[in-house]
């Protein structure tokens, strides 16, 4: 088993919509936890960190179930401009040495 | 100016020979990475440092090896290319701030390897 499991896509969805993705992660003892987003040929860039209690960052929100080790990312009223791929990213320990990169998530909005 | 500078951006080049991909910053981190990413894979980490004494083997450090001349620079070798070291290389720097492993990384634009 992956040690950070994504669904590869592609996600297809409306400009508008909601979509949502999940990554599952298989160590319990996983520290901290972040979505970067990576655009075509591009370098990755932090999109925002997953916090224990969920947190928003306005149309993108964050969660974290420990309980069943995935963290997930909503996107409300998608726009063209989140077409990209989201990488979710674990950080196994306290020392960053052990940092997971997922192979990502591929979404495309068309208008 | 970008952050995080890699050099070259792009490089093609062939079997055996050495090569060595650079990265500077400009964020005052201590800590640097070198990562390679592969089509329908993860980024992997080849090597990180995090100060200018400490140099630390990743997941697949076999055929690189690293230097970090100073603070703001850490370069990635290849000793002898191979075509299965094609790939996009990205360097990343993070600050260990209050919380160890908690500060997120920043990317260079990225290197792409071509060995033929």
């Known amino acids: 088993r992956k040690e950070v499991e994504q669904d590869p896509g592609p996600f297809n969805v409306p400009e508008g919509a909601t979509v949502a993705f999940n990554c599952t992660y298989s160590n319990s003892a996983s520290q901290s936890f972040f979505w970067y987003r990576q655009d075509c040929r591009k370098e990755p860039k932090l999109l925002m960190s997953?916090?224990?209690s969920g947190n928003e960052d306005g149309r993108f929100t964050a969660q974290l179930n420990r309980a069943s080790q995935y963290i997930s990312l909503l996107i409300r009223d998608s726009k063209l401009s989140d077409s990209a791929t989201y990488l979710c990213?674990?950080?196994?320990?306290?020392?960053?040495?052990?940092?997971?990169f997922g192979s990502g998530t591929r979404l495309s909005i068309r208008p | 100016d970008a952050d995080v500078t890699q050099t070259p951006r792009n490089r093609i080049t062939k079997t055996g020979k050495r090569i060595m991909l650079e990265c500077s910053q400009t964020?005052?981190?201590?800590?640097m990475y070198w990562y390679r990413q592969d089509p329908g894979l993860g980024l992997r980490l080849i090597y990180y440092s995090f100060d200018v004494k400490d140099i630390n083997k990743g997941e697949i450090s076999d055929g690189y090896s690293v230097s970090r001349q100073a603070q703001a620079k850490f370069s990635l070798s290849l000793e002898s290319a191979i075509p299965n070291q094609t790939a996009l290389y990205f360097c990343?720097?993070?600050?260990?701030?209050?919380?160890?492993?908690?500060?997120?990384?920043?990317f260079g634009d990225g290197t792409r390897l071509s060995i033929l």
């Open positions: 964020k005052g981190h201590d800590r």
């Open positions: 997953v916090y224990s």
């Open positions: 990343a720097t993070s600050d260990p701030g209050l919380g160890d492993g908690n500060q997120p990384q920043h």
């Open positions: 990213v674990v950080n196994l320990n306290s020392s960053a040495s052990k940092i997971i």
